[in-house]
């Protein structure tokens, strides 16, 4: 069983910053790649942010500059700093990694999403 728990989100003004975290638990051999995806009402699920297990990152276009993610390994965490954050970056932020289960097999697992609300 593989557990991925996040934290971090609420309520931010225009302009301000929020730092979410997401750790993973459970029975798995090691991390593969972790990152954030989004999900505002109405609007289907998209990419935010990726870090492979050798710390290569990608960004989607509209949070490059903005956001930065980190990896600790040791803590089996992935971390996303967001900074001036913007009305547009409202949605359901939520934590994917690719975990190797086997020496031979991977999995996809998410966690439960966490609200990042940025209103005024």
């Known amino acids: 069983q593989v557990h991925l728990v996040e934290s971090g989100g609420g309520l931010v003004q225009p302009g301000g910053s929020l730092r979410l975290s997401c750790a993973a638990s459970g029975s798995f051999f090691s991390i593969n790649s972790m990152g954030w995806y989004r999900q505002a009402p109405g609007k289907e699920r998209e990419l935010v942010a990726t870090?492979?297990?050798?710390?290569?990152?990608n960004y989607a276009d509209s949070v490059s500059g903005r956001f930065t993610i980190s990896r600790d390994n040791a803590k089996n965490t992935v971390y996303l700093q967001m900074n001036s954050l913007k009305p547009e970056d409202t949605a359901v932020y939520l934590c994917?990694?690719?975990?190797?289960?086997?020496?031979?097999?991977?999995?996809?697992?998410w966690g439960q999403g966490t609200q990042v609300t940025v209103s005024l």
């Open positions: 994917n990694a690719i975990l190797w289960i086997t020496d031979r097999a991977q999995a996809a697992y």
């Open positions: 870090i492979s297990s050798g710390g290569n990152t």
